[in-house]
């Protein structure tokens, strides 16, 4: 009997150490204002990978500067993938604290497996559990709600709980993301670069010139077209790609009055 019990406290003991957690905070990403994130997958540093998806809804998932989340739309759906031979065993998110539009209640949602339970506008979390599984993929049911209104998700970070699996080997860099999406502007912008990659450089061009170290916020304030494009390095990675944007500051507009205006 003690054999025996020793036997199924080590086991404890052991699944205990295996579990590992993974978080993925969309507001650390450098996501530039509006980023469409339909069919993107994020990936964390261990390997836990999250896509959001269109799904059978009208609007794609995008993050928005505005509450610094990702929003989510009825009939949307996030899934979420362990790491190579990992298994999930929970997922926490928490939301954005703002009154919006959502679900009546747990039935507003649909998962692959497992359970899910959000409070987006009381607690602001949301949690999936589950016995183990590789995927878990959490859908926005593509209906109004009681006051006929179509719910929304807005999820800032995701932490993964799973048993198992590995991080993937990093051999190149993350490619830098742009604080400003590029458009056209009536007034100067400044331009901030970002990359997830730990301790790598970011180098850039402004309308084809010399290469130069990103430092600081890149002012683009002349009227006219005007291309940015940036890649990130760093030693015993390969260059990541290059991120092109174009921005164009437009002359200011001249009118008689308000009411021409």
């Known amino acids: 009997m003690k054999k025996f019990l020793l036997s199924t406290m080590a086991l404890v003991a052991a699944m205990t150490v295996s579990a590992a957690t993974s978080t993925l905070d969309y507001t650390a990403l450098g996501l530039a204002n509006q980023t469409d994130l339909d069919g993107v997958a994020q990936t964390t540093a261990e390997g836990v990978s999250v896509t959001l998806a269109k799904g059978e809804g009208t609007n794609a998932p995008k993050y928005y500067t505005s509450g610094t989340a990702v929003r989510c739309y009825a009939g949307n759906t996030i899934t979420v993938a362990a790491p190579a031979g990992g298994k999930i065993t929970q997922i926490d998110m928490t939301l954005r604290d703002y009154n919006y539009a959502v679900a009546d209640d747990n039935s507003g949602y649909t998962v692959s497996s497992g359970t ?29 709600n009681a006051a006929k209104r179509w719910p929304q998700f807005h ?27 590029e458009g056209t502007f009536y007034s100067p912008v400044n331009v901030e670069l970002s990359t997830t990659t730990e301790g790598a450089t970011i180098v850039y061009t402004l309308d084809g010139g010399a290469e130069t170290t990103y430092t600081e916020a ?40 308000i009411d021409e205006f």
Do not use: M
């Open 218 to 257: 890149i002012a683009i304030s002349a009227v006219g077209s005007h291309t940015l494009t940036a890649y990130a390095k760093a030693d015993g990675l390969d260059n990541s790609d290059t991120a092109t944007a174009t921005y164009v500051i437009a002359a200011p507009v001249e009118v008689g009055s």
């Open 116 to 144: 899910f339970t959000a409070d987006p506008a009381g607690a602001y979390t949301a949690q999936w559990t589950g016995t183990g599984v590789e995927t878990v993929s959490i859908a926005i049911n593509n209906a109004q």
């Open 155 to 181: 999820s800032r970070t995701i932490t993964v709980t799973y048993e198992g699996g590995s991080a993937p080997v990093v051999t190149k860099c993350a490619t830098p993301k742009f604080s400003v999406a």
